[in-house]
């Protein structure tokens, strides 16, 4: 178990080797885009620069963005998870993040006069304009919310749906923003989190197989069982958690060649007490294989791509919510080189 933290007339604001760009009329995100957004391991919500990270963690199954032996789980269909949301911010942390925005802003050499004004103008709507002093003296009464951009996703078309500029919520009171955290949002962010095992399936005969012999197909029980991470979010006095599970449920193989059969013929080998497919035995020569493949002609110098692909119901829990409650399947697969041999009888 390890943990993980991860507008229209403002501007969004991003660091780069220190400096502070700015760009009107684009849309304002909490955070920096591409450097940290819920991604800081070492800290929770903390401060990076004039920059503060979302205060989202991950706990259980989460993927790191490496490549290796496990991988994201892709959704069916066209759903994704959100790129962007709202968070809610104390009145002492805004006003320290927007002070520093403006002070790096204005202290920094070279930079152009367009950005000293833009955040000037910003910094005056919560200071002197429309609100006074960052509402410090109301910090007992509500919060600030402000849209956080998934870091992984921030060039995205999405990531520009939060695109109101900071706004206060009083205690008690409901955000009038459509992707204002829930635990449903918490769930389908834990989604895009998931790491899932490599989809390399057990062969047999292992290796090498021969033209026109049943190759027995199965994944490996103690690898491909539930994986869950579960978010959570406790701020400003909203404490909300969710737990996303998956769960395999079928394995696809796809031979790489249409000169194959496969077992069964759909090339879909459902779950059976709890096992992809059933590993090959002695005195199973002759039975058909509930789950693998057939090779009608060889590969010759080279070898077949085998592609074999997991899907995985997803479902979670939360705050609100203790029956577990269904979100896009995912699936998530691998290729795997077998060589095909011609033999005219084979014997085993």
């Known amino acids: 178990m390890h943990s993980i933290t991860r507008r229209r ?67 069916v269909g066209d ?3 959100p790129a962007c949301w709202y968070e809610p911010r104390s009145a002492d942390e805004f006003s320290k ?55 992984d996703r921030w060039m995205e078309p999405a990531a520009q749906a939060c695109n109101e500029p900071p706004f206060w919520v009083e205690n008690g009171a409901a955000p009038p923003v459509k992707n204002a955290i829930t635990p449903e949002i918490l769930a389908e962010l834990a989604y895009n989190r998931i790491q899932l095992p490599t989809t390399k399936v057990t062969l047999a005969p292992a290796g090498t ?13 103690a690898t491909f069982k539930e994986v869950s991470v579960t978010a ?27 000169d194959a059969e496969t077992y069964p013929a759909s090339g879909e080998c459902t779950i059976n007490n709890g096992s992809v497919g059933e590993p090959y035995a002695k005195g199973k020569a002759n039975l058909t294989p ?16 085998l592609r074999a692909t997991v899907t995985w119901q997803i479902t979670w829990t939360g705050t609100g919510n203790p029956r577990p409650t269904e979100l896009p399947k995912g699936t998530f697969g691998n290729n795997q080189a077998v060589k095909v041999q011609e033999v005219q009888s084979v014997n085993r």
């Open 9 to 75: 007339h403002w501007l969004v604001v991003g660091l780069a080797a220190g400096a502070l760009a700015l760009t009107p009329g684009v849309a304002f995100a909490w955070g920096t885009p591409g450097k940290s957004n819920g991604q800081k391991a070492e800290t929770s919500g903390g401060q990076d620069g004039t920059s503060i990270v979302s205060k989202v963690t991950y706990s259980g199954s989460v993927s790191s963005g490496r490549s290796g032996s496990a991988g994201k789980v892709q959704p």
């Open 79 to 81: 759903w994704t998870p």
């Open 97 to 151: 993040y927007v002070e520093n925005m403006y002070n790096e802003t204005i202290n920094t050499p070279g930079q152009h006069s367009y950005a000293k004004t833009s955040v000037g103008m910003f910094r005056n709507e919560y200071k002197d304009g429309k609100y006074k002093n960052y509402n410090l003296d109301q910090k007992d009464k509500g919060n600030w919310w402000v849209a956080v951009v998934d870091e």
């Open 209 to 221: 197989t021969k033209v026109n012999l049943p190759t027995w197909a199965w994944l490996d029980k």
């Open 232 to 258: 959570a979010i406790n701020v400003g006095g909203l404490n909300i958690q969710a737990t996303t599970t998956a769960k395999p449920i079928s394995l696809k193989l796809e031979p790489g060649t249409p």
């Open 290 to 305: 509930p789950c693998g493949i057939k090779y009608l002609r060889s590969s010759g110098t080279g070898t077949y791509n």
